[in-house]
């Protein structure tokens, strides 16, 4: 006759199934968890770098505002210095013309 067991074996075999198969569902939700984590940081230093790439055309932005105002300042004053230099010259010619018919 053949030999019955007592179903020891199947409850042995189905119960080592269910531990493997918990043990890998862990394996996999760790597996999924650090991949989210590495997801996020990836997200979290693709915004930084964006921030400080916005601060530095920011940055950039301002000092070429303040260059452009500062050439603006000294062309008008260079244009300023111009047009004086220009009204003594006229001064000075209308001075000796007054000098020559006050002379005849």
């Given at each position: 006759?053949?030999?019955?067991?007592?179903?020891?074996?199947?409850?042995?075999?189905?119960?080592?199934a269910i531990d493997?198969?918990?043990?890998?569902?862990?394996?996999?939700?760790?597996?999924?968890?650090?991949?989210?984590?590495?997801?996020?940081?990836?997200a979290v230093r693709e915004h930084q770098k964006s921030v400080r790439e916005a601060e530095r055309e920011l940055k950039?932005?301002?000092?070429?505002?303040k260059?452009?105002?500062k050439q603006a300042f000294k062309d008008a004053l260079i244009s300023a210095?111009?047009?004086y230099l220009e009204r003594c010259e006229d001064r000075a010619a209308l001075r000796k013309q007054f000098i020559q018919e006050v002379l005849r």
């Open positions: 006759m053949a030999r019955r067991g007592s179903g020891l074996r199947a409850v042995v075999k189905v119960a080592k493997r198969a918990n043990k890998q569902a862990v394996r996999d939700a760790q597996r999924r968890e650090k991949s989210r984590q590495r997801a996020q940081a990836q950039k932005h301002v000092k070429l505002q260059s452009a105002t210095n111009e047009e």
